[in-house]
């Protein structure tokens, strides 16, 4: 599946953004998607992650209650809101997709098959 992730951008501390990552396939709602973000000189880390049909969510300690993920199977979109951004969330954002349900709460870069380009959000006064 292609993925084309966008929303970046320059936000101030404290700031929000959302971030939008559209599917190009047919069968959106066969897949769980996620979000990872990689900082410069840092691994590529787990962000959230919602289930086929978003009845289920899981997050990154760092993005409890600041971080939202979201999907509308009906455009074929995955979203992440995120609020209370600090400087620390700085970096690159990507979607990725698993094809049918992850059985696990905590996924890892391996789990998800297919990637979009990334998105970057620099924040910064």
């Known amino acids: 599946v292609q993925l084309q992730a966008c929303g970046g951008g320059l936000v101030q501390p404290g700031g929000s953004l959302r971030l939008s990552c559209v599917a190009s396939v047919r069968n959106f709602n066969a897949y769980d998607m996620g979000w990872f973000r990689q900082a410069p000189g840092k691994k590529r880390e787990f962000v959230a992650h919602?289930?086929?049909?978003?009845?289920?969510?899981y997050y990154s300690g760092f993005g409890k209650g600041r971080f939202t993920i979201s999907r509308d199977n009906a455009k074929n979109t995955l979203y992440l809101q995120m609020n209370s951004l600090k400087p620390e969330d700085s970096a690159v954002y990507y979607c990725?997709?698993?094809?049918?349900?992850?059985?696990?709460?905590?996924?890892?870069?391996?789990?998800?098959?297919?990637w979009g380009q990334g998105t970057l959000v620099t924040v910064s006064s």
């Open positions: 990725a997709a698993h094809l049918g349900a992850l059985a696990t709460t905590t996924p890892q870069e391996e789990d998800y098959h297919d």
């Open positions: 919602i289930t086929w049909s978003g009845s289920r969510t």
